[in-house]
């Protein structure tokens, strides 16, 4: 059994530049943690923290219930793949993937088994006498995750391993690594700026924002319920559409609508209004909680349109809805807001809103 | 301008013969022309330093000698005399200074481009500074030193100033060339487990060989080719370097110029260069466009 915690993790370089503020969690067998957020958001520093690349200010690297926090990066049994490969390129595959291994006083044998079985899964039978150089992009990726499994370490760092491949080979390559990571049971701990990547990959997700964890929790809980306005509107694309709205008695003004403020929280006067395009639909007769606009841009994504709607009433408030491209609509549109889709959140704090008791009870059974 | 004459090519391209384009003959000649422009005066030396004595005064000066002019004596004079002592001599000197700059220069240029020291900058401006001076200025200085720590006539006398000199060059090229270099390849390695010296040997090293070869061999030239501080430092005869010796060959008498000695010694000192360079050709290649890691 491994895992690994983080304990109140902190860097701090000067008093203006604080890369990460305060960081803890926690990674159990089996798990893949993605770290996703925005460049500067200390994601990559938290790895190198937790690789022993890089010393915290304050806090703790606990690896199989030992703290490493004091362990040089060699002997803290972890294996870490790199954006760059970082492959020697004076070495050939072979070498490159045995050198970890001959260092940790493994013998030849032992080093040939486990470099067989590593390609067994990678498709690097013919490579193994070849240079770095002479691969291509995505081989190259191949081979720095073989250096990587063939280590068979308590815990795989990868930063951001896709970023350097081309958008098509990054699908299939997302899709190895899937496989690759389900087959084996150490903890992952995965850092992208890509939240395409986080979705598809991890079984948890830490979102940060300036050095700090804003929500962790399942991808699918961060998607559907975003617990603040960051995480709203940095998961999913397109992006969420974030309103700010006056608030009239109990229900908040969107243009002409009024849309029913929930009763589970004192009605503020203030509010923002989150909802997802995909979740936009245009209004049949039943509806009653719509919102009429005018059409001013259309972006054809192929499978479907992205509509760009300014609502009727106020001209600051646009509405983006992504509908199939088989339905067709008008220049002067009517939306349906379905009210489990929508998001509130407090306008000051960002937080998300509390749940009503109903809600609440959807989510635990599901 | 004989060879530009398009329709005849283009006459001789349509009947059936290879066509000769007017740009490559042009450029054939023209490589030709600074090949024989800039070797000239070196195949003149040499062929001077394998010509007799008489071929060499000759008056209608002999281009081509016959066979009868062909002489080696000239080389077997300058061993006779015991130039072997002054190829010795400036190899060690030029190697031990190479050596020594490129074990000094190395880590401190290592160490500019990647720990983050303060005041780097204003230490990468010194050392560029100090290319700046005109090294006859510096000699003077040198000379009061070389006097007051009493090193004259000693190896160190040459070693240290050439050193010195090369120190701000190894720094720069080598520190460019670090830069280069991933850092995540350095990470990677501690991860892997290598030690601080085993990184160094395993895999810096290795991939800084070029850069390494490449800044040596311009010590090295320097070193080896260095006239003024070896004519003033060294006194001593059998301590002398090859350029200092050339230039004090001596005929019999004091308006006897010694054409074919000294012919002979420009080519004797020469040569080690000439197998220097065209030795690690090809690690001075990979130094020159080093850096294609990430592809």
Known sequence: MSNLEIKHLNKTYSSKIVPVRDMSLAVEEGEFLTLVGPSGCGKSTTLR???????????????????????????????????????????????????GLKLQGMNEREVRDRIEEANRVLGLDDFLNRKPAQLSGGQRQRVALGRALVRRPAVFLLDEPLSNLDALLREQVRADLKQIFEKQSAPVVYVTHDQTEAMTLSTKVAVLNKGDIQQLDSPSTIYNRPANQFVAGFIGSPQM?????????????????????????VPPPEVVLGIRPEHLQIATSEDTQTVSGQVFLVENLGMSNLLSVRVNGSDHLTLRALLPSDQSWDEQITLTLPTERIHWFNMQTGERLPDSTTEREMTTTR | M????????????????????????????????????????????????????????????????????????????????????????????????????????????????????PGERIILAVVLVVTLFPYILLF???????????????????IIPYTAINLPLTILAMRSFFQQLPRDLEDSAKIDGYSTLGMLVKIIIPLTLPALVTTGILAFI??????????TFITRESMKTIPVAAAQLAGTTLFDIPYGPLAAATIVGTLPLIFLVLFFQRKIVQGLTAGSVKG
């Open chain 1, 241 to 265: 559409n974030l309103l700010n709205l006056n608030c009239e008695n109990n229900q908040a003004v969107l243009g002409n609508s009024r849309i029913p403020l929930p009763d589970r929280f």
């Open chain 2, 2 to 117: 004989t060879s530009v004459q398009p329709p005849a090519t283009n006459q001789s391209a349509s009947s059936s013969k290879p066509s000769v384009s007017v740009k490559s003959i042009i450029l054939t000649i023209g490589a030709v022309a600074i090949v024989i422009f800039s070797l000239a005066p070196v195949l003149w030396e040499l062929l001077t330093s394998i010509k007799t004595n008489a071929a060499i005064t000759a008056d209608p000066l002999v281009y081509f000698p016959s066979w009868n002019q062909y002489t080696l004596q000239h080389y077997i004079d300058l061993f006779q005399d015991g130039f072997y002592i002054y190829i010795f001599n400036s190899a060690l000197v030029a190697v031990v200074s190479t050596v020594l700059c490129l074990c000094i220069g190395s880590p401190a240029a290592y160490a500019l481009a990647r720990l983050k020291l």
């Open chain 2, 140 to 158: 003077l200085g040198l000379l009061e030193i070389v006097r007051a720590l009493g090193l004259a006539n000693n190896y160190l006398a040459l």
């Open chain 1, 49 to 99: 923290m937790i690789a022993g690349l890089e010393q915290p200010t304050k806090g703790q690297v606990i690896i199989n219930d030992k703290d490493v926090t004091h362990v040089r990066a060699g002997d803290r049994d972890i294996a870490m793949v790199f954006q760059s490969y970082a492959l020697y390129p004076h070495m050939s595959v072979y070498e490159n993937m045995a050198s």
């Open chain 2, 222 to 231: 320097f070193a080896w080719n260095e006239y003024i501080f070896a004519l």
